[in-house]
């Protein structure tokens, strides 16, 4: 029988983190569907109206939080992913250089333009 191999360690942060995020993903994502093609169609979505929900304090944090758990359930997986190929050494080294770089970049960006939207900035 073949040894199944994973890179989280069972019980361990990462792993941990991996079933939190999809869990508050599912959950935001449903709601941020629900919100954005059913409360309002696509059709009726504007930036006023984008402006106007970022205001909102309750839905301006549940939409970064929801920014920063995609952004780690995404990175995360796809190193851990990786990892799981065979990926080391290096490589290894230079992958997670690359994600990090490329996760911050992508939450800071995220970040300023729903600070824009909610007119704090």
Known sequence: MAERYSSFTPGGTGWLLQRITAAFL???LAFHFFQLHFVNHA???TLAGTEARMENIGYFLTMVLFLYAGAFHGINGVYNALV???????PKKV???V???AG????A???????VMAGMI
């Open 26 to 28: 599912v959950v935001v």
């Open 43 to 45: 059709a009726e979505i």
């Open 84 to 90: 799981n190929q065979g990926l080391d050494g290096t």
């Open 95 to 97: 992958v997670l250089g």
């Open 99 to 101: 994600l990090i770089i």
């Open 104 to 107: 911050v970049a992508l939450v």
């Open 109 to 115: 960006q995220g970040t300023y333009v729903a600070l």
